[in-house]
Every structure is written in structure tokens, then in C-alpha cells.
Nanobody, 118 residues
């Protein structure tokens, strides 16, 4: 079963950039679909981005609100998934969680706080 550790959050000014990382431990990393979600205070967790498994072509999809600003990627040599965030806005403030899915295995990271404020 997969285990995930998120990192890379912090305080950034509007318009700034951050890169989130999620370290995967377990087996068959390349067979997992990976994603990032976020949860702002008082709101439900929402999907941000997904990258499919290697056999599925590592295809990426994004929520409309982040499309063109965020980039999800995976490094299969390091068993790590990244979320590069640029052009950050105050409304991007949230706890960000990575997710790994394969069959019935559905793992979550512990979350990393991103705060966008001047």
C-alpha cells in the first residue's frame, strides 16, 4: 500500500511561485495515477490536477481555475510527484494534498499549507 508525504508549502506573495513535492513509498509507483487536491478554510476539498500512470501515458488534466498556471509532473526515478504553481492568487490559499490511486489502493498525503498573501 502506498504512503505519501507532502512538502513545499509556505507563504508567498500574489504572483509568486511555489513547487510542491510528494514523496511516494511503496511499490509500483509507475502504475499509480497521481493527483493534487486542495481544501480552503470552510470549503470542501477540490481537485486540482491529475497525471495518469506511465502505462496510460502520463496524461495531465487540470481544473479550470488553475489551468495555465499550475503544472503537475512525476519523476519515476525519485518516486515523486510535483505541482509547480505560478501566478499564485490569494484564492489559491489552501492545504494541498497529494493522492495516489491504483485499483482499491487510494492514498493521501498529510497536506501542506500554501498561503498567498501580501
Amino acid at each position: 500500500q502506498a504512503q505519501l508525504v507532502d512538502s513545499g508549502g509556505g507563504l508567498v506573495q500574489p504572483g509568486g511561485s511555489l513547487r510542491l513535492s510528494c514523496a511516494f513509498s511503496g511499490t509500483f509507483f509507475s502504475l499509480y495515477g497521481l493527483g493534487w487536491y486542495r481544501q480552503a478554510p470552510g470549503k470542501q476539498r477540490e481537485w486540482v490536477a491529475t497525471i495518469t500512470s506511465i502505462p496510460s501515458g502520463s496524461l495531465t488534466t487540470y481544473a479550470e481555475v488553475v489551468k495555465g498556471r499550475f503544472t503537475i509532473s512525476r519523476d519515476n526515478a525519485k518516486n515523486t510527484v510535483y505541482l509547480q504553481m505560478t501566478g499564485l492568487k490569494p484564492e489559491d490559499t489552501a492545504v494541498y494534498y497529494c493522492n495516489a490511486k491504483r485499483g482499491i489502493d487510494n492514498a493521501w498525503g498529510q497536506g501542506t499549507q500554501v498561503t498567498v498573501s501580501s
